[in-house]
T-cell receptor
Framework: AQRVTQPEKLLSVFKGAPVELKCNYS??????LFWYVQYSRQRLQLLLR??SRESIKGFTADLNKGETSFHLKKPFAQEEDSAMYYC???????????FGQGTRLTINP | DTGVSQDPRHKITKRGQNVTFRCDPI?????LYWYRQTLGQGPEFLTY????????KSRLLSDRFSAERPKGSFSTLEIQRTEQGDSAMYLC????????????FGQGTRLTVV
């Protein structure tokens, strides 16, 4: 079965510091990986997906198949980045998202 | 708001009662998903529809749970004989079958069983 692990439930960094939210997955095939974000009192929304290889709001994530990881990074954190972040995967040919437990990111001023 | 909408936003019910939630997807989306999220966990898949056909159900969806999407538009999720363990946030999402798999989520229905 597929599984997504986010080892940090809470992460706190200062504004302007680099941020890395860790995500590891277990799946023998080639999954599609996503990061979803939920800002306070807002709905869950897609932040980025590995196949698009783009930077959204300064965030990037690289799929490392050797380490089965998809860590989310941002070089300089901003206060508006404070939110709940979920890593998720879809296995090839499937439709359902498998989510990690989430990491609550707090950016301190 | 033209996104996915869910009704009600909050529901408190007594154990043993039946509850029904509604989800209205983004109008052109033919896929509709239900997820459940308990405190401190990520969303867990329950079931999904493509148009009116229910194509996959999780083992989490016990026989007390039933979901329908009769006309391929809105969907309902019914829980019969609610238990305290059913207390959770129930999330609905929708997507297009073509053009990738980005799912758009509703704001959820928070169920509390007392």
């Amino acid at each position: 079965a597929q599984r997504v692990t986010q080892p940090e439930k809470l992460l706190s960094v200062f504004k302007g510091a680099p941020v890395e939210l860790k995500c590891n997955y277990s799946y023998s095939g080639s999954p599609e990986l996503f990061w979803y974000v939920q800002y306070s009192r807002q709905r869950l929304q897609l932040l980025l997906r590995h196949i698009s290889r783009e930077s959204i709001k300064g965030f990037t994530a690289d799929l490392n198949k050797g380490e089965t990881s998809f860590h989310l990074k941002k070089p300089f954190a901003q206060e508006e980045d404070s939110a709940m972040y979920y890593c998720a995967l879809i296995r090839r040919g499937a439709q359902k998202l498998v989510f990690g437990q989430g990491t609550r990111l707090t950016i301190n001023p | 708001d033209t996104g996915v909408s869910q009704d009600p936003r909050h529901k408190i019910t007594k154990r043993g009662q039946n509850v029904t939630f509604r989800c209205d997807p983004i109008s052109e989306h033919n896929r509709l998903y239900w997820y459940r999220q308990t405190l401190g966990q990520g969303p867990e898949f329950l079931t999904y529809f493509q148009n009116e056909a229910q194509l996959e159900k999780s083992r989490l969806l016990s026989d007390r749970f039933s979901a329908e999407r009769p006309k391929g538009s809105f969907s309902t999720l019914e829980i019969q004989r609610t238990e305290q363990g059913d207390s959770a946030m129930y999330l609905c999402a929708s997507s297009l079958a073509q053009g990738g798999t980005e799912a758009f989520f509703g704001q959820g229905t928070r169920l509390t069983v007392v």
